[in-house]
Every structure is written in C-alpha cells, then in structure tokens.
C-alpha cells in the first residue's frame, strides 16, 4: 500500500514539477487549512450579525467594514516586516489573528448576545490578521520554487486555496442552517490555528540587507517602485474602485437577498461554493493558458465583475445565480494567477512586499466606504437599485482603465523583469 501510494506521489511530481519542492508541499498545507476555515467565516459573520441585530443591514454593512479597515494601516506595515524577516513569521503572526478574532466572536455568539461594538472590534482583530498576510503570502511564494516554475506554483497554490475555500464555503452554509452561526466562527478559529506547524516548518530565511534602512525610507522605496510601473497603479486604482462597488452590493446585500428570495444561508454558501469552484476549473486552466495581452485581460475581468450585483438585483434563480458565480470564479482565478506572476517577475524580490502592500492597500482601500455605504444606501433607495448602480460604476471604471497605452499594449512576454534576479540556483537546491 505505502508504495502504491508513493508511486502515485512520483507520478504527480513528474507532471507538476512544482510537487518536487519540499517547503512548497509544506506550503499547500496552509492553502488548505486556512482559506478552507475561513469560509466558515465569510457565511457565519453575516448571518450571525444579521441573527442578532433582526436583519439590519447598516449594522451588517458596520462590521463587514471593520474586517477591511485594518488594511488601511497595517497592509503597509505587513509589506515592511515581510521584506525584513521570513514572511511566514508574518503569515503566522496574521493566522493567529484571525483564530483570536473569529473564534472568540464564535464563543460569545454561542454563550449569549455579543454588542454591536464587540463584533466591531472582533473583526478589527481579524482584518488585522488578513491584512499582514497578503503581502508577505506573495513574497513568500517566489522564494520557495525556481522562477521557471513560477506559473505552475501559483496555479497549484491557487488551486489548494479555492478547492479547500469552495467545500469550506458549502460545508459552512449547512453548518449555519442546522447549527447555526455561532458554530461556524469556532470551527474557523480552531481551523486557522492548524496552520502554524506547517509555516513554521519552512526553510525560508529573511533577505540580507546590505544596510539598515529605517520604516519611513522603506515605504518610499516601495512606493518608488509601485509607481515606476504605469500598468500597476492604474490596474491597482481600477480595482480600488470595482472592489468597493462589488463588496458593498455581493458581500454585504448578497447574503440580505439570500435570506429575503433564496433560501438563507444554505442558498448563500451554495453560491459562494459555486464560484470557489469556478476558482478551482481556472485554476486547471492557468497551468497552461496565459492570456496574449495580460494586463488588458486584468481589466476586462474587473469589469465583468458587475454581474455579481446583477444577478443579484434582477433577482436570477439559485441555479443561474450560481453558474454566473462559476463563471466569474474561472475569469477570476486566471486573472489572478496572471496578476501574481506579473509582479513576480516585474518586481524586484527585496522589494515585492512592499510593492505587494500598495496593491493591497490600493484594491481594499475604498472597500470600508463600499460597506458602510451599502446597507444605509439600500434602505434609502432599495437593495436592488444599490446593486444596479454599483454595476454601472464598475463597468464605467473599467472602460477608463482601458486608456493607458501600457494596460492596452504589453504582450505576455514583454512582462518579464525581476525574474532574471531571482537566485534561481538556490531556489532549486530547495527542491532536493
């Protein structure tokens, strides 16, 4: 049995290369444990809160804010620490945030009526967490494997990621109906804190740096960096602005209009299943296909993120509402593999956390106002007018995105830089 078994583990490494990488396995142990608990999360936040607070939606559109505020400091701050230590310290660090903020919320949901407050500063404690994981998770990927087998490990990762996010996301929603929210939030807790061993198992070591640089010169270099690249800001800037349109009008009115028309939070975690799984059929698709012009296929993709809102607003059936999901969820994982691989390999490595920090903090940073606007906007003017108007915001940006001669015109192979830096040597010496 246990050479069957390891034949099959041979066969696998042969045709994704990528598996042969010791640390990288190690790596896809997280990619399961963490995105898998926090779906647990994205379903019980929502209908906890809207449990407690009678279906409020300015209150939901409160603490769905204060998950994603923390970005607005500590995304920085995370990019910072990762190019000065070993980014999986930083990963740990944020993991254990979100452990202590989803499973305690969990424990107080479960032994009474936590206050409004309480839930805000809970999901403050998990924001922070999310936040410090971004940039260091995307410094941390191209120091595990040898530059050319870049593209196959984020695809692999991604893959580990949406796989374990889409059964974590439907498992979630039947937790919610039969057992109820309270139950979803600890199982997350417990869920993220598995991760720990395996990052800290990781051979991966901080750069060295030839001189000491204080805080404020290494958020200058970063910045000088971020803004050299003209495809960078102006992509990073447009989806500024989908995201806060798309967060306010899916995330926080999407589970409103499930509980009203489709169900409840079985209808809810079924969607959010169907586009993990849409995740994961990209995912299979970007091991192989890389889009002729990237950085335009980025744009477009942002645009077609209005049909989240849509389906929502024209009130689609659960089975439409859910192939659209799908569909997005293929567009988006390919979109992200590309978007991953280009800074990779545009991006210097001593400076791609930081760089990393600035998309970060420039994608989320209106998401807050998205939120916070979302549930007082619907109860002025409609759940369903919201999401129309959100829509249109999202396509008319796009299409503006689209003027930059950089976005428009760099082929696949014209986006190729900091990869020739890469120690790749060294890199596959990890391999063995």
């Given amino acids: 049995m246990f050479s069957r078994v390891r034949g099959r583990l041979s066969d696998a490494g042969d045709r994704l290369p990528v598996l042969a990488v010791r640390d990288f396995r190690l790596l896809l142990v997280d990619r399961v444990l963490g995105p898998g608990s926090f779906a647990f999360s994205l379903v019980g936040v929502s209908f906890a809160v809207l449990d407690l607070t009678g279906g409020s939606t300015a209150r939901l559109s409160y603490v769905l804010a204060a998950q994603i505020a923390p970005s607005l400091v500590f995304v920085l701050l995370g ?7 070993a980014p999986q310290k930083v990963i740990v660090a944020g993991n254990l945030m979100m452990a202590a903020g989803e499973g305690t919320f969990g ?3 479960l032994t009474g009526r936590p206050a409004l407050w309480v839930m805000i500063l809970l999901e403050c404690l998990t924001g922070t967490g999310m936040a410090l994981f971004y940039p260091a998770s995307n410094a941390l990927l191209p120091r595990l494997v040898p530059g050319e087998l870049l593209q196959q490990a984020s695809a692999v990762s991604r893959l580990a990621m949406n796989g374990a996010q889409m059964g974590g996301s439907v498992l979630a929603g ?27 198992a990781l051979r991966v070591t ?10 404020l010169r290494d958020l200058r270099d970063g910045w000088s960096e971020f803004t050299a690249h003209t495809w ?22 999407g589970p409103v209009v499930a509980r009203a028309h489709l169900g409840g939070a079985a209808a809810w975690g079924t969607i959010t299943g169907a ?4 995740l994961i059929a990209g995912g299979l698709i970007s091991l192989r296909f890389t889009p002729r012009r990237p950085m335009q296929f980025v744009v477009l993709i942002g645009a077609s993120m209005a049909i989240s809102p849509l389906a929502l607003a024209m009130l689609w059936p659960l089975p439409a509402i859910c192939a659209a999901a799908f569909a ?54 409609g759940v369903s007018s919201t999401q129309y108007g959100a829509a249109a915001l999202i396509v008319a940006v796009s299409v503006l995105a689209l003027i930059p001669r950089d976005v428009r015109r760099p082929r696949a192979e014209q986006l190729v830089g900091a990869a020739a830096e890469m120690d790749v040597p060294a890199l596959a010496a990890a391999a063995r």
């Fill in 79 to 85: 990019g910072i620490v990762a190019d000065r230590i």
């Fill in 107 to 109: 424990i107080l949901v």
């Fill in 174 to 200: 039947f937790c919610v109906a039969a057992i109820g929210p309270g139950w979803a939030l600890a199982i997350c807790g417990t869920g993220m804190l598995g991760t720990v061993a395996p990052m800290l």
């Fill in 206 to 215: 901080a750069h060295e740096r030839s001189h000491q640089t204080g805080m």
């Fill in 232 to 253: 960078l800001w102006v992509i990073v800037a447009q989806f500024g602005v989908v995201l806060m349109a798309w967060y306010g009008s899916f995330s926080v009115l």
């Fill in 275 to 278: 586009e993990s799984l849409g």
């Fill in 328 to 381: 997005l969820g293929i567009a988006m994982e390919i979109m992200m593999v590309q978007w991953t691989v280009a800074l990779a390999r545009n991006i210097p490595p001593a400076r791609l956390a930081r760089v990393s920090s600035y998309d970060a903090l420039g994608s989320v940073m209106a998401m807050p106002i998205g939120a916070v606007v979302a549930g007082p906007l619907a109860a002025w003017a």
